[in-house]
C-alpha cells in the first residue's frame, strides 16, 4: 500500500529564516515525487518534482527537496522564508500505475 | 506550459439546480483528468479519474448519477452536479495529466454555493 505523511500539521517561521517541511512516503514502487502549494481559494501549482533523475531537486521560488530512500523522506526546503510564501503545502506520490497519493497538507505561516 | 483551467470559479445558486463545471488543459493532451473536491481546511478528496474516451472511475461513496463526469477529448472534461443541494457546497478543483508518471496540473478551482 502506497502512504504519503506529512510530519508536521503547522509550521511557522519568521521572515528571512529557514523552512523545513517534512514528507515521508511508503511505496513498494519507486516512486515519483512533488510538491504543490495552495494559496486561499486557489488549485495546487506544483513547486517540484522528483522523477528517479537527481536526487536533490530543485523548484520555483527558491523550494528545493531532497529524496532520500534510505530514509524514504522527501522533505521541502527553503532557505529564507518569504511572507508570500504563507500557504498550505502538500506531498504527492505517483505509483508506476500513476496513482496519486496526497499528503494530509502543511500549513506555513510566516511571521514578520 | 503545462496550464489547466477551470471555468467557472465561483457559482451560487438555488438548490435543484444543475451546476456544469469545465477543466481545460491550455498546452497539453491529458490522457487522465480528477476531480477532487475540498473541505475547509483539509486535503483534496479524489472525486472520479477520468480517461478521454472512457467512462470515469468513481470513488467509494461518490454517487455517479449525482456527479457527472464526460471527458469528451484530450484537453476538456466536465463535471455536472445535477440536483445540487446545500450540502454539495464545496471548492471543487480538477487537474489534468499527460501520463502516468508525470504531475497533476491543477485548475483553479470552482467554489460552489448551493442556497
Known amino acids: 500500500a502506497q502512504s504519503v505523511t506529512q510530519l508536521d500539521s503547522h509550521v511557522s517561521v519568521s521572515e528571512g529564516t529557514p523552512v523545513l517541511l517534512r514528507c515521508n512516503y511508503s511505496s513498494s514502487y519507486s516512486p515519483s515525487l512533488f510538491w504543490y502549494v495552495q494559496h486561499p481559494n486557489k488549485g495546487l501549482q506544483l513547486l517540484l518534482k522528483y522523477t528517479s533523475a537527481a536526487t536533490l531537486v530543485k523548484g520555483i521560488n527558491g523550494f528545493e527537496a531532497e529524496f532520500k530512500k534510505s530514509e524514504t523522506s522527501f522533505h521541502l526546503t527553503k532557505p529564507s522564508a518569504h511572507m508570500s510564501d504563507a500557504a498550505e503545502y502538500f506531498c504527492v506520490c505517483n505509483t508506476n500505475a500513476g496513482k496519486s497519493t496526497f499528503g494530509d497538507g502543511t500549513t506555513l505561516t510566516v511571521k514578520p | 506550459g503545462a496550464v489547466v483551467s477551470q471555468h467557472p470559479s465561483w457559482v451560487i445558486c438555488k438548490s435543484g439546480t444543475s451546476v456544469k463545471i469545465e477543466c481545460r488543459s491550455l498546452d497539453f493532451q491529458a490522457t487522465t483528468m480528477f476531480w477532487y473536491r475540498q473541505f475547509p481546511k483539509q486535503s483534496l478528496m479524489l472525486m472520479a479519474t477520468s480517461n478521454e474516451g472512457s467512462k470515469a472511475t468513481y470513488e467509494q461513496g461518490v454517487e455517479k448519477d449525482k456527479f457527472l463526469i464526460n471527458h469528451a477529448s484530450l484537453t476538456l472534461s466536465t463535471l455536472t452536479v445535477t440536483s445540487a443541494h446545500p450540502e454539495d457546497s464545496s471548492f471543487y478543483i480538477c487537474?489534468?495529466?499527460?501520463?502516468?508518471?508525470?504531475?497533476?496540473?491543477f485548475g483553479d478551482g470552482t467554489r460552489l454555493s448551493i442556497l
Open positions: 487537474s489534468a495529466r499527460a501520463q502516468g508518471n508525470q504531475p497533476q496540473h
